[in-house]
Nanobody, 126 residues
């Protein structure tokens, strides 16, 4: 099992920045590809970003590319999402997730992820 505990988020004006963190415990964090997803009110959960288990490869949704940066620090068992130039349409509950298998490639499909954080609200006002 991998336990994920999120922190960060909150309320910001459009154009501002926020950061999210996700601390992992349990099995070896460094062996898992991890990702961020989000769910806006009335919408399905969608992919935001993913990073490989080594940290050498990242992938972003087109809607956040160039504005969001995902990273990980395996020594601290922590993954991050830095969000810049935020837009009202970024408003959602954000979730961190760890892949269901060790040493797997990272995927933008939530069905590949078995371990989830508790979610944290990000609200961007116009």
């Amino acid at each position: 099992q991998v336990q994920l505990v999120q922190s960060g988020g909150g309320l910001v004006q459009a154009g501002g920045s926020l950061s999210l963190s996700c601390l992992a415990s349990g099995r070896t964090f460094s062996a898992y590809a991890v990702a961020w997803f989000r769910q806006a009110p009335g919408k399905e959960r969608e992919f935001v970003a993913t990073i490989s288990w080594s940290g050498g490869s990242t992938n972003y949704a087109d809607s956040v590319k160039g504005r969001f940066t995902m990273s990980r620090d395996n020594a601290k068992n922590t993954m991050y999402l830095q969000m810049n130039s935020l837009k009202p349409e970024d408003t959602a509950v954000y979730y961190c997730a760890a892949h269901r298998r060790r040493y797997s490639d990272s995927y933008p499909d939530e069905r590949e992820y078995a371990y989830w954080g508790q979610g944290t609200q990000v609200t961007v006002s116009s």
